[in-house]
C-alpha cells in the first residue's frame, strides 16, 4: 500500500509533471524517498536556495505552459519559496508549491521550525491546505494540480513529515477511493458573440488602430499576425510579450513603457483605438488617456478587462480563438498611413539606439555589449533577463527573431529572477542553447546558482552588466523624486572568477575594442560560460520621451548626485541628448 507521499508523487506523474525544482530536508524526507525511488519518471533538481526552487517552477511553468513544481522543506525552507510563488501569481503562472511541517502532533507547540506554511501562504496561493492523512491525500493531490491550472496560480500543500510516511488512514465513508480522475479539462474558451460584434465594429470604424500584445498572445502569433495585417495596425510589445512577434517583424514598434521605444509611445498617443491582446501592462500613463481612444480588450480572465484602460468590448477567451473568430470580421483597412507614420518613427528610434550601441567610449557602454551580445544568439535562443537596468538594455537592445524566446519577472519585477530562469529554460527544453543578461546587484543575490548550471550543464551564456551600482534604482531617486542618488553603490564583485571557481568559465571585458574577441571566445566554449562586462556607472536610464517633471527632477538631483560630471557630459550626447529633449 502507497504512503503519502508515494500518493502525491504518483499523482504528479500521472498529471503529466516531470521535473520538481528544490532542496531537501529532513521535513521531506518522506517525499525525497518517494522521488527517488522514480526517479525514472519524475526528476528532481537540486538548487542552492528555495526561493530559487520557485523562480525556476515559475519560469518553468512560463516557458513550456505546463504546471510547475517546486519542493522545500518545513520552516524557513517553505518561506523561502515566497518570493518566486509571488512571480507565479501576478504574472499568472501554473505553480504548485509543496512544503513539510513538523510531527503533526508537534504543531503549534513551540516545536523546532514551527511555523503554519498555510496560514503564511494564504496570500499568494488559490488553493492551499495542509494534508491529514494519506486518504486526504488521494483528494487533494489531484485538486491542487486542477486549480493551479485552471487559475493560473499558485497551489500549496503542506505535508507534516510523519504523515508522509503514512500507509494507512481510516476513510470516511463519503471519501470513496478513485473518485477524482487524474486529469485536465479546458474548454474551447470563446468570446461573446455581441462582444464580438462590438469590437468589430469599433476596430472596422476606426482609422488609426494600435495594438498591445502581452504573454497571453504567445500562443496566438500566426492570428495576431493576421489582425494586425487587416488592422494595418502598429504593435507595441509589454516587456512579457517580447517574444509574442519578431522586434523586427514591420508591425512591431517595439516594447512600451519606459523601457520601450519612442515610436511605441507615438501609437498610444495618436491611436483612435486600442486592442489589447493578453496584456495588463501595469503602467497606466503609457496608455492613450481616457476618452481619447475607444477600447478592445482580449484576456481569459474576466477580472483582467478593463484594468488599466476604459475598455468598450471585453473579450472573455482564449487569445487565439478569439482573434481568429474577431478576423472573420473585420475589414482589410485601405489606408495604412498610420501604419506607415510609425514605421518611419521606428526608424529614426533605431538610428538613435545605433548610435548608443556603436560608442567606443572608454568606460565601456552597456549598450554595445548588449547588442553585441544579442546579435550572436543563434535562431532557437532562450533569452532570460533579470530586473534593473539591465532590463532596459535587453528590452532595447536585444532583437528577439522569430524562434526564439523570452522570459522575465514581469509585474513582481524582482531581481535575483534571471539566472533561475535561465535555468529552468535548459531544463525545460534540453539541447535548446540559454543566454541571459543580468545586472550585478541581482546576480549577487543568487550566485550560487550558477553551481546548478554547472551541475546540470545547462548551456549558458550569461552577460551580467558589471557597474558596481543598483542603477536602476539609482536613477528613480533622481527621476521619480528629484533626490540625489543614495546608498546604491555596490561592493564589486570578480564574478569571472566566480564562474571559474564554481566549475564553469569566466570571462571579462572593459573595453569596446575587446567586445567582439571576447564574445566570440564566450559563444565558442561548452559549458556554462559567465561573461563580465565592466560598464560605465553614469550612464543614464531614460525612457524614450522624457516628461517634464521628471527632467526638472533629475536636474535638481544632479547637484548633489556623485558622478556629477560623468552624468552631465553622457546627458549631453546622442542619444539621451535627445531623449532629455
Known sequence: MPNTAEILVDTLIAWDVRVIFGLPGDGINGIMEALRTRQDKIRFVQVRHEESAAFMATAYAKWTGKLGVCLATSGPGGTHLLTGLYDAKLDQAPVLAITGMQFHDLIETFTQQDVDLTRVFSDVAIFNTQVSDAAHMENVAGLACRSALAGRGVSHLSIASDVQEQTSAKRSPRNLPRHTPERWFEGDKRPDEAQLALAADILNTASKVAILAGRGA????????????????????????????????????????????????????????????????????????????????????????????????????????????????????????????????????????????????????????????????????????????????????????????????????????????????????????????VGDGGLAMQLGEFSTAVRYRIPLKLLVIKNNMLNQIAWEQMMFLGNPQFACELQPIDFALAAEAMGGIGYSVTRPEDVDGVLDAAFAAEGPVIIEAVVDAYEPMLPPRMPDEYRKNMLTALRETPGRKEIEANLAREPLKTMMG
Open 218 to 437: 504567445l500562443h496566438a502569433k500566426t492570428e495576431l499576425e493576421r489582425t494586425a495585417d487587416l488592422l494595418a495596425a502598429p504593435v507595441a510589445k509589454a516587456l512579457l510579450g517580447k517574444g509574442v512577434l519578431p522586434d523586427d517583424h514591420p508591425h512591431v514598434m517595439g516594447g512600451i513603457g519606459i523601457l520601450g521605444s519612442l515610436a511605441s509611445q507615438e501609437i498610444m498617443e495618436e491611436c483612435e483605438a486600442l486592442l489589447i491582446v493578453g496584456s495588463t501592462f501595469p503602467y497606466i500613463e503609457y496608455y492613450p488617456k481616457p476618452g481619447k481612444a475607444r477600447g478592445v480588450q482580449i484576456d481569459r480572465n474576466a477580472q483582467r478587462i478593463g484594468l488599466r484602460h476604459p475598455v468598450e468590448a471585453g473579450l472573455v477567451g482564449d487569445a487565439a480563438i478569439t482573434l481568429q473568430l474577431l478576423n472573420e470580421r473585420l475589414k482589410p483597412k485601405q489606408d495604412r498611413a498610420f501604419l506607415e507614420d510609425a514605421q518611419q518613427s521606428l526608424q529614426r528610434w533605431r538610428k538613435m539606439m545605433a548610435e548608443a550601441e556603436s560608442r567606443d567610449d572608454v568606460p565601456l557602454k552597456p549598450q554595445r555589449v548588449v547588442k553585441a551580445f544579442g546579435d550572436r544568439m543563434p535562431a532557437n535562443a532562450i533569452l532570460a533577463s533579470d530586473c534593473g537596468q539591465n532590463t532596459e538594455l535587453a528590452a532595447r537592445h536585444i532583437d528577439i527573431k522569430a524562434g526564439q524566446d523570452f522570459a522575465v519577472s514581469g509585474s513582481l519585477a524582482s531581481m535575483a529572477c534571471g539566472l533561475p530562469y535561465a535555468i529552468a529554460g535548459g531544463i525545460a527544453f534540453p539541447g535548446r542553447p540559454v543566454f541571459a543578461v
